[in-house]
């Protein structure tokens, strides 16, 4: 493998579900994100993880809880989300010093 | 704050014209980084070029270039004798490079770029 490598895929929960979504590099970096992308909005960060210590929450509801084990794996744990939490949900990393961040596929969530 | 504009929603062109993407940014910032990135239907975010703001040099990359103009803030992406496989949504994003852990990236809305064949 190589990259980011985000799955799911494509998950559809509903809204007392608790399900999680998993993230790996394999880029040897050191910070992992997750963003949120809606339709007809703009990526929206929600958390920042450097050295596997949060780094950043931009006022993320509770209902997501990220978990950063070490610096190769991020996780999001969902737990009774709402139909306006449906949207692309994509992981990044990069390497400190160089600060581009690379994308995985995303997972796309629907929320019934 | 930092913001990115790109004014562009949505584009059509034909194959093999040229096509160019706006991009204008704010900042206060003096130092500063400015990227592309290219999201197809996958759905995968695709870095394309990152520029310091002491490089005013424009790039070119194959059939893709970029312009660079600090005195108007903009960073503006070229791609020239366009093809079916350029069409994505395509991103300009600024980043401070004092905050070490990328939190402060801000994403432009995005350009919808449709190539016809």
């Known amino acids: 493998e190589t990259g980011v490598t985000q799955t799911p895929r494509h998950l559809v929960m509903g809204m007392t579900n608790k399900k999680s979504l998993k993230c790996e590099q394999h880029?040897?970096?050191?910070?992992m994100y997750w963003y949120k992308q809606s339709a007809k909005k703009p990526l929206e960060l929600m958390f920042v993880?450097?050295?596997?210590?949060?780094?950043e929450n931009n006022s993320v509801p509770s209902r997501f809880s990220p978990e950063c084990p070490n610096s190769s794996h991020l996780f999001l744990h969902l737990h009774t989300l709402q139909p306006e939490d449906s949207a692309l949900y994509l992981c990044a990393s990069s390497h400190l010093a160089y600060n581009e961040q690379f994308f995985g596929p995303g997972t796309r969530l629907t929320v019934l | 704050a930092q913001k990115v504009t790109q004014a562009q929603t949505e584009i059509s062109v034909v194959e093999k014209e040229d096509v160019t993407l706006d991009c204008v940014y704010e900042?206060?910032?003096?130092?500063?980084?400015l990227f592309w990135y290219k999201q197809p239907p996958s759905g995968e975010l695709v870095f394309l070029i990152r520029?310091?703001?002491?490089?005013?040099q424009n790039e070119i990359s194959g059939r893709y270039s970029w312009n660079f103009q600090k005195s108007t803030s903009s960073f503006n992406f070229t791609i020239t004798a366009s093809q079916v496989v350029d069409s994505a949504v395509y991103f300009c994003a600024l980043s401070d490079p004092r905050y070490n852990y990328g939190q402060n990236f801000v994403f432009g809305p995005g350009t919808r770029l449709s190539v016809l064949p």
């Open positions: 900042t206060r910032d003096t130092t500063y980084y």
């Open positions: 993880y450097s050295l596997e210590e949060r780094v």
């Open positions: 520029r310091n703001s002491f490089d005013e």
């Open positions: 880029l040897g970096h050191n910070a």
